[in-house]
């Protein structure tokens, strides 16, 4: 028996089955390719959560310890002593350390303490369990003002995203649908300034913001940041696929830019908006050179600058660091959980990658 | 009556308000450095009410470094900052403040001579010396009873301690800890007799017999060493590495690593070389901006600089961050010492505090530093001689950063 297949050739069943091996072959390919790489995104994190919760040793371990542990202390005549498990005439018993003389130490029998085993410590496998350290959390909490870094954080996050998303709205909209002399010089020479490396232009800004007086502000933090010219290109790029045709119909009955704007334009990119938002609310959370080198007061600092306090030049409390990354990152997954659905579509309808 | 006790108090108020000064220190020290630079900071201005100090984080090092190349751009540069050499000789000389006659003679001469050489530009002491630290030698005392005195006894008990018990080819412990690192060729070339540069600092002189003896060693290091870039004080606390050289800066973090790992250790000064056991200083210096800062300002500056390096806050600061403390009159006062019985860690860094060589002053060394760095990857990866690669190091440096 032959079927018409959607593009309106003919299949036979030998045929439908040799077509469905070939699609499930394909698919499970696919799949097995993006499980593959959802892993390898997810392993960072996966390790980021498992060394929020160890010590510094698990934390530095290579082979990486994957899940926490900690050595089992046991109380020896009122002394809490670590346990290990060693050899002991061919048998092995689990033994506490009472002290170390060089490459020995002397092992005690926690139910008999009066027995006594000098051993080579090298032999000796300490007796562990898991344990997941949360008291991190409240370590690496108070190693910063978080309270007022995170506060801070969503504050000029949010106004400059808003701040970014209604100036790039107007840019957008007038390089998208209306005409100008020199419109594409001009929207070229914006794309233009996104090679500039921020480096380049921190020095030229600070003297600026220092002579305006806004040095150790929130307007320099702020100001800066709201006109965006990847907001410009990402809005014209969907501004660009709403027809001309609705601004026609609008003229017809009266509407003037701003309201065709406004009511029409603005509510058609709401995919659009919220990818933009999205993204200038990242970049904006994981600012740090900018706010460091533009403030003066702790007050007035962020979070990334916070998670300096972890780092030294002989080393990292990864442990701490990653705990405090964790509190860090958490409010931009709560915002992409939100918004996942819009930010999809923006992305998808815009192109971008 | 009442009014005039009143305008008194408010004279009083307002000329004392006028008398105080405030200064600037922008800074790169975070967490129990900050801590300590806190506690020595609030003692200052206890005993110094007319001056407040701001002690400003800047980031990183790097960051710390662009935030003053802006500030210097702007003209209105802190009035006190951290700074390595090289950033002072490439970008800041001109702006800082002279320091000689300011720093009593005998706080200098209390100094090591290597150590303040760093700080004087072309005759001019600009800057003191701050949180400063040098490389010693960690060792597992369950493996290592007695530490090696010399490269010779280095290398071979390295040898012996690296185990590889299922044969696989990879050992399970090894003897030593090699991260790449400048500062593991610049140490041992200098312990060789070596020279950095001629005496005009036109040439880099390292193509000699000490080059080649300090890659060598390194190269017979390697073989029985856990070869990594990370630091160390992970796989020494948890019992891979029996030694390894670093900088006593990491003493916190290997203390950490070894309780969790179970594992005892100390430290030891460097082994000797053909010449002698100096390690490197290295760390950053202070100095004062003459740039945008008051007279008045320099002044207080100076006071709490001066107050930095008095017995009690330098003491402290050694205490309280690791960092080497480098005044003689404090290493030998009986506080350093009852302090040294509580913490055996410490000796010998208090030894090899006093063995060290400071880097020659050019303002291209951080580029030099970093040829150095590649030479020394490019050896141990086996990707040139020993000769080969410090013939190639000598000519970059000759051609690009010494106008050869």
């Known amino acids: 028996m032959a079927t018409v297949t959607s593009t309106g050739r003919l299949r036979t069943a030998a045929g439908a089955g040799v077509y469905l091996v070939r699609r499930l072959t394909w698919r499970t390919f696919a799949y097995a390719v993006l499980t593959a790489g959802a892993a390898i995104m997810l392993l960072p994190f996966a390790w980021m959560l498992s060394t929020s919760g160890k010590t510094l040793g698990e934390a530095m371990r290579i082979p990486p310890v994957w899940i926490p542990r900690e050595q089992v202390m046991v109380e020896v005549a009122g002394e809490e002593l670590p346990l290990y498990r060693v050899e002991v005439a061919g048998e092995v018993r689990q033994l506490a350390l009472l002290e170390r003389t060089g490459a020995q130490g002397v092992f005690v029998d926690p139910a008999d303490p009066s027995q006594r085993y000098q051993l080579p410590l090298q032999e000796a496998k300490r007796v562990t369990r898991i344990r997941f350290r949360w008291e991190n959390f409240v370590v690496a909490w108070n190693m910063a003002p978080f309270d007022r870094y995170f506060l801070n954080s969503l504050f000029l996050a949010v106004t400059t995203s808003l701040g970014g998303v209604i100036t790039s709205i107007f840019a957008a909209y007038a390089f998208a649908k209306m005409n100008f002399a020199g419109k594409n010089w001009l929207f070229y020479l914006f794309i233009g300034t996104m090679m500039i490396p921020g480096q380049m232009l921190l020095v030229p800004n600070y003297i600026t913001i220092k002579q305006i007086g806004w040095y150790n502000t929130y307007q320099a933090l702020i100001v800066p940041w709201i006109a965006t010219v990847f907001g410009i290109f990402l809005l014209r790029q969907f501004f660009k696929t709403i027809p001309d045709e609705l601004w026609d119909s609008a003229q017809i009955d009266g509407c003037s830019r701003f309201r065709f704007l406004w009511q029409f334009v603005v509510p058609l990119s709401r995919p659009a908006l919220v990818t933009l938002f999205l993204f200038r609310f990242i970049g904006s959370w994981n600012s740090f050179l900018w706010v460091l080198i533009m403030t003066r007061d702790d007050a007035m600092r962020t979070v990334p600058v916070g998670l300096f306090a972890f780092s030294r030049e002989a080393g990292t409390d990864y442990h701490l660091l990653m705990a405090a990354a964790t509190m860090a990152m958490a409010p931009l997954v709560l915002l992409f959980l939100v918004a996942q659905r819009q930010f999809i579509q923006g992305v998808a309808r815009t192109g971008l990658k | ?404």
């Open chain 2, 1 to 404: 009556m009442k009014s005039v006790v009143l305008l008194t108090l408010v004279v009083g108020i307002s000329a004392l308000g006028l008398a105080q000064v405030e200064i600037e220190f922008w800074h790169a020290m975070m967490g129990g450095h900050l801590e300590t630079l806190e506690m020595i900071t609030a003692r200052f201005m206890e005993e110094n009410p007319d001056i407040t100090v701001n002690l400003v984080f800047k980031g990183g090092y790097g960051d710390l470094n662009m935030a003053l190349i802006a500030a210097v751009a702007a003209g209105d540069p802190p009035t006190m900052a951290q700074f390595y050499t090289d950033w002072v000789a490439a970008a800041y000389q001109p702006a800082l403040l002279p320091l000689d006659g300011l720093i009593p003679e005998d706080v200098l001469n209390d100094i090591p001579e290597a150590l303040l050489r760093a700080c004087i530009f072309d005759g001019t002491l600009l800057t003191i010396p701050f949180n400063k630290s040098t490389l010693i030698l960690y060792y597992n005392t369950a493996l290592v009873p007695e530490p090696p005195t010399t490269w010779e006894e280095l290398r071979e008990m390295a040898a012996a301690l690296t185990v590889d018990e299922d044969g696989d080819g990879t050992p399970e412990r090894f003897g030593f800890g090699l991260r790449p690192y400048p500062e593991m060729f610049t140490f041992l070339f200098w312990q060789a007799g070596g020279q950095f540069f001629n005496e005009d600092m036109t040439e880099c002189t390292i193509n000699t017999e000490a080059g080649v003896q300090a890659l060598n060693f390194l190269l017979q290091l390697k073989e029985v060493s856990l070869f990594q870039r990370g630091f160390l004080s992970g796989p020494f606390g948890a019992g891979r590495i029996a030694m390894y050289i670093g900088s006593v800066a990491g003493i916190p973090f290997v203390a950490r690593a070894a309780e969790d790992g179970g594992v005892s250790w100390n430290t030891a000064v460097l082994p000797k070389g053909p010449v002698n056991n100096d390690s490197i200083y290295m760390g950053t210096d202070v100095g004062i901006f003459a740039m945008g800062s008051t007279p008045e300002e320099r002044a207080a500056a100076v006071r709490y600089i001066n107050f930095l390096l008095s017995p009690w806050a330098h003491l402290e600061w050694a205490k309280g961050t690791g960092y080497i403390p480098f005044r003689h009159s404090v290493i030998t006062s009986a506080e350093w010492q009852a302090y040294l019985a509580e913490d055996p860690t410490r000796v010998a860094v208090t030894e090899q505090a006093f063995h060290g060589f400071s880097y020659p002053i050019h303002r291209e060394f951080f580029s030099i530093r970093g040829v150095w760095g590649e030479m020394l990857e490019y050896v141990l990866l086996g990707e040139m001689t020993p000769e080969e690669a410090l013939e190639w190091a000598v000519s970059v440096i000759n051609e690009e950063y010494l106008g050869g």
